[in-house]
């Protein structure tokens, strides 16, 4: 079955405890991408990779980091978590970007920082 | 600057009916409209992709259109169910910039 995997579903941190959230998409794609979702705001692109080494910034990067060693992997990190950081997050794939057709989204990862 | 906008009332109607939701723009030029439905504390499901040079795209009971003179994208679903009862999400590229734009979405409930 074609899925996008994140986990944790849910986490409870504290602030500056770094902590990783794992993306993993058995499609083969090529684009892969994380959002972070608040009430009122929308979905807003934290930061996209359009393929193995290859990643830049999205809308709202600041306070992550990412990483895409192999292709089927894309965690996003945050080495030091702030409270303006709580957020649903969903990381997302498609073969080559948006233009193309659909983004396959995760299940989500809901991230409270105290 | 570049935005979305997308009813955020709830749009409420009777089962079987029509519903239509509004996507609407201001200082985009969008080569590239998708559609998406998000269920409650789930991830967004892709339901349509439009382009600029296309006027309408139909799939079983959905069909999007996509008015580039009125910065406008219309989603309709016709013969609607309580299961179609989500948030629908719409969302914007204008080419090459790996960076979509997405809509705040908004929830339409049907009733029986």
């Known amino acids: 079955e074609a899925q996008v995997t994140q986990n944790p579903r849910y986490l409870i941190t504290v602030t500056g405890k770094k902590l990783t959230v794992t993306c993993s998409q058995n499609?083969?794609?090529?684009?892969m991408s994380w959002y972070r979702q608040d009430p009122g705001l929308g979905l807003r692109q934290i930061y996209y990779?359009?393929?193995?080494?290859?990643?830049d910034k999205g809308d709202v990067p600041e306070g992550y980091k990412v990483s895409r060693k192999e292709k089927r992997n894309f965690p996003l990190i945050l080495e030091s978590p702030s409270p303006n950081q709580t957020s649903l997050y969903f990381c997302a794939s498609s073969y080559d970007g948006f233009n193309t057709g659909e983004l396959f989204f995760g299940e989500g990862s809901r991230l409270t920082v105290l | 600057s570049q935005k979305i906008e997308q009813n955020s009332e709830a749009l409420n109607i009777q089962e079987g009916k029509t519903a239509t939701l509004t996507c609407n723009y201001t200082n985009y030029s969008p080569a590239y409209l998708q559609w998406y439905r998000q269920d409650p504390g789930r991830g967004p499901v892709f339901l349509l992709l439009?382009?600029?040079?296309?006027k309408e795209k139909r799939k079983e009971r959905l069909k999007v259109t996509f008015d580039t003179t009125l910065k406008q994208s219309l989603f309709h679903i016709t013969a609607s169910q309580p299961a179609d009862s989500a948030t629908y999400l719409c969302?914007?590229?204008?080419?090459?910039?790996?960076?979509?734009?997405f809509g705040r979405g908004t929830s339409l409930i049907v009733h029986p």
């Open positions: 990779s359009m393929n193995v080494e290859v990643t």
């Open positions: 969302a914007l590229d204008s080419g090459g910039s790996y960076i979509p734009t």
């Open positions: 439009i382009r600029e040079n296309e």
């Open positions: 499609m083969n794609h090529e684009y």
